[in-house]
């Protein structure tokens, strides 16, 4: 099989999985818009992030687990589990800013903006720009972010999006 190629099960899974109906698109898209509107889901979000700037932080510095944790004065337990990116903990500031700066890393100020200003990725792609200018456009300014979907600023282009408006 060449490397451009779909495997004949992943074939088959697309051309058994039916087409979204334009309302269906919409209703997704309204979906995914929604979430930057829960806290629940953005406080997981903000979690996720940090775990994964943890855990990529202790790779290129070649640290495991168990060394972590006697660096950092705990319990492999304890950092496994702050470390689980399946079940996300409710974890301190304090917590955040030890773990960060037992790998010689300092956290930021959490940076707040107005939520009316952040436009979520489906937002966008309701919009009317074409496919080829969305896979062209950089969703994120963080150049050392690994983010898929993360929010871009709004400009005045926006204020008259009503499916926007109406999320906001």
């Known amino acids: 099989m ?6 004949p099960e992943l ?8 087409i979204l109906t334009e309302q269906e698109v919409k209703e997704l898209g309204d979906a995914v818009a929604a ?13 996720g992030d940090f775990v994964n700037d943890i855990l990529c932080a202790m790779d290129d510095q070649g640290v495991n687990k168990n060394q972590l944790a006697k660096k950092w004065g705990k319990s492999r337990q304890h950092v496994g589990k702050i470390l689980d990116k399946e079940k996300t903990k409710n974890f301190t500031i304090d917590t955040i800013v030890s773990l960060s700066m037992t ?3 300092r956290p930021q100020c959490i940076k707040l903006e107005p939520m009316k200003a952040v436009v979520t990725q489906a937002a966008v792609m309701r919009s009317k720009i074409g496919i080829e200018e969305r896979l ?10 690994s983010c898929a979907e993360p929010p871009v600023v709004a400009d005045e282009s926006y204020a008259a999006d009503e499916s926007y408006a109406s999320a906001a």
């Open 2 to 7: 060449k490397q451009d190629e779909l495997s």
């Open 11 to 18: 074939q088959a899974l697309l051309d058994e999985t039916p």
């Open 35 to 47: 979430l930057d509107f829960d806290p629940e889901f953005v406080a997981d979000c903000i979690k």
């Open 103 to 105: 790998l010689g890393l």
């Open 136 to 145: 062209r456009l950089n969703w994120c300014n963080d150049p050392n972010c």
